[in-house]
């Protein structure tokens, strides 16, 4: 058998150079979603197959990675759907949905839970996503009022700037005016998530792209056209209420409206940085567990969401059979170590790091006092490495360059 060394695809390996910036980066996450009162919770990372396949995920119920059961169980199961009794999360919201119904008579109310963790999904690969990668989650639980979605709009916006992104865009929109939309066209309820699966390609195929994919599907002509023409003429800083316009009298409760325009208003009172917040008809997110307003943040310089998430009031009553209201958002960690490195980025303030390159040679006396030095750099507060020097000097150098060390000594000291 051939030994493979190269990791699967879309499993990536971290050097201690990207493992630093990733520890800094959560150190940073930890402390500014700390700093709103979010706690640090922990969940498994296999679920059971039920609740990983209940409907709730969208496309991503399409690559998890299954896990066969053992021993007797297997050996025992009767066609593929017997097969696997559990599976790796493809997000954490599902995990913590199930762990928010076992232990919330022993938390408070409402919740503010911050998870991070590794997900998988059986996806392609491609620059910033990967099979296996890390998500830094923020959940409200328990708080049904606008309050939530404007704490978790700030505490994402907080933490990109202070990362240095200053140019970023909140994107918002409500899956009750989805709905709406869709209703008001003469959809049947059960088509919903399709047509909003070929909404959420607009900004790839535009919309005569959308259109053509609708009537693809099989559509009716007219409903496709009535649904199409709501995106027309989508004004720049047009407000949600502009936007609906009485389209939708008698299929959209008007609170959902002025709520949304709050949310929007409270979020630009308490924008940071160049940050612009905007209604989007247009966005979707691609789970269907959400209900209500739902939120991403979009980059100028990746192209694409870097941060997204939304209500999801009745995820958490499938396990508790009572109704508890729900709001998170997600920062892509990934995509943003991905522009963190491609930008050079350099971690500010990095304690001092020093290599004490020793001859092989050394004496014992000597040895023992380059030791002490050592021991005196770190109670400093400096990181101190101690190595024998290496035949090619220079290239070990580099090599501990890269991983943060700017000052060397060479023990014993040349006169």
């Known amino acids: 058998m051939q030994y493979i060394k190269t990791p ?51 496309e991503n119920e399409k690559l998890i990675f299954k896990i066969l059961k053992r021993g007797e169980k297997l050996a025992k199961a009767d066609g593929a759907d017997e097969l696997c009794d559990c599976g790796l999360r493809y997000d954490l919201t599902v995990p913590l949905s199930r762990f928010y119904a076992n232990n919330m008579a022993q938390l408070p109310t409402p919740f503010k839970a911050m998870q991070i963790g590794n997900v998988w999904r059986a996806d392609r690969p491609q620059r910033g996503r990967f099979r296996q990668f890390t998500q830094c989650d923020i959940d409200i639980l328990g708080e049904g009022s606008f309050l939530a979605e404007i704490e978790l709009i700030s505490a994402t916006a907080s933490m990109l700037a202070q990362l240095e992104f200053s140019n970023f865009k909140v994107k918002v929109n409500d899956r009750r005016i989805l709905k709406a939309m869709a209703a008001c066209c003469g959809f049947a309820e059960e088509n919903y998530d399709d047509i909003f699966i070929i909404l959420d390609k607009i900004d790839k195929i535009g919309l005569d792209g959308v259109k053509a994919e609708l009537l693809g599907a099989g559509y009716d002509s007219s409903s496709v056209e009535r649904y199409c023409a709501f995106f027309e003429n989508l004004g720049k800083g047009m407000s949600c209420t502009e936007f609906c316009a009485d389209r939708l009298d008698g299929f959209l409760d008007p609170a ?134 290496a035949k090619n000097v220079r290239h070990q150098k580099e090599t501990l360059e890269k991983e943060g060390y700017t000052e060397f000594l060479e023990l014993p000291e040349k006169d």
């Open 8 to 58: 699967m695809k879309g499993m990536p390996e971290q050097l201690p150079a990207d493992m630093q910036l990733r520890e800094y980066l959560l150190g940073k996450i930890k402390a500014t979603y700390g700093s709103y009162g979010f706690s640090l919770i922990e969940t498994p990372a296999i679920e059971h197959i039920e609740n990983l396949t209940s409907k709730q995920g969208g």
């Open 256 to 389: 959902v409206l002025s709520d949304l325009e709050y949310i929007i208003n409270c979020a630009r009172a308490t924008a940071v940085g160049e940050m612009q917040i905007v209604f989007d008809p247009t966005l979707v997110r691609g789970m269907s567990y959400y209900t209500g307003p739902i939120f991403e943040i979009e980059l100028s310089d990746f192209g694409s969401s870097v941060a997204g998430g939304g209500r999801y009031d009745e995820m958490i009553g499938k396990y508790t059979n009572a109704k508890v209201p729900a709001c998170g958002f997600s920062i892509g960690f990934e995509r943003i170590i991905t522009l963190l490195k491609e930008r050079g980025y350099r971690i500010p303030d990095q304690k001092k790091r020093t290599a004490l390159l020793i001859d092989k040679k050394i004496g014992r006396e000597e040895l023992l006092g380059a030791l002490q030095r050592a021991a005196r750099l770190r109670a400093g507060g400096e990181t101190a490495l101690i190595v024998y020097r």
